[in-house]
């Protein structure tokens, strides 16, 4: 059992946050494999889509280092960066893109998970957001259907974890994102559901 003590968890912006994408590329790839992303990822991809972190002033990336190791990361951006991505599925919601800090991914390395480190992250995110005077945090999961052949039995949602840190369901606003599935031959658009709180 690893001890939460020998993790450093830390927030990286401006310059500092540039030399930790290749491994938060690296993780992306590995952690978004497991159920319910089944994400088959390759690094050329990864590398133009955390472009949009290195060219923001207001990005975040939240690195869990374990010495110089990074075992998990998650990352942050204001929502109107990613406007091309998710103004859509806010059409007809009433709220301002500008308003909105946007919690992208999350990925943890398997042994380091109930240890806190999940907690930390949207911690750290969620102060970031503040101090740049955002009043809404958001982020979004994959939908998957219950009866996916690929479900494990053993696969506990985050829903409990999202609802205790006061997130909810944005009824109705869901992007939708292309990806190749493991074992598939081609790209399949999947519904990413978006969940908010005020800040």
Known sequence: MVKPDLIDVRALTGVDLAPALADV?????????????L?????????GYLQSYRNSDRAVVVGAYKGADLVGASTGTPLADHADDFAVAFDGT????????YCA?????????GLGIGHRFFDIREAHARRLGFSKCCFCGVVRP??????????????DFWRGRG????????????????????ETAKPLQFWIKDL
């Open 25 to 37: 590329a690296r993780l992306r790839i590995a952690v978004f494999r497991d159920w319910p992303y």
């Open 39 to 47: 994400y088959d990822g390759d690094l050329a991809y990864e590398e």
């Open 94 to 101: 009433g709220i301002a893109l500008d308003d909105v800090f």
């Open 105 to 113: 991914e999350s990925v943890l390395l398997p042994e380091y998970r």
């Open 146 to 159: 219950a009866d996916h052949p690929q479900h494990p039995a053993s696969y506990r949602p985050l829903d």
């Open 167 to 186: 997130y909810a369901p944005l009824q109705g606003v869901v992007a939708q994102f292309k990806w190749k599935d493991i074992g598939q031959a081609d």
